[in-house]
Nanobody
């Protein structure tokens, strides 16, 4: 079992930076692939970033990859999503998700079996 808790969301202005955190529990951190997804009002949930368990390979949403980064802290069993130059279009609920082991489809939410409750990010212009 994997328990995920997101934090770090809140209100931001255009151009600001935020760091979201996904704290994991269950003594599984080294064995899980973690992804960040987001869902804006009235839109489908979409992939933002992910990191594979096996070798730490990262994947990013193409349109955001120049201003986001995902990282892992093995001392805190936490995955971070660093976002800079936030824009109003980044307003969404951000979720972290996890699965055990490797996946060849890290951008597909169907391959993740564990989800956090989400953290709201609101960006004003």
């Amino acid at each position: 079992q994997v328990h995920l808790v997101e934090s770090g969301g809140g209100l931001a202005q255009a151009g600001d930076s935020l760091r979201l955190a996904c704290a994991t529990s269950g003594n599984t951190f080294s064995r899980i692939t973690v992804g960040w997804f987001r869902q804006a009002p009235g839109k489908d949930r979409e992939f933002v970033a992910g990191v594979l368990s096996v070798d730490g390979t990262t994947n990013y949403k193409d349109s955001m990859k120049d201003r986001i980064a995902i990282s892992r802290d093995f001392t805190r069993d936490t995955v971070y999503l660093h976002m800079r130059n936030l824009q109003p279009d980044d307003t969404a609920v951000y979720f972290c998700a996890a699965r055990f082991g490797f996946t060849a489809h890290p951008k597909n939410e169907s391959y993740y079996g564990y989800w956090g409750q989400g953290t709201q990010v609101t960006v004003s212009s």
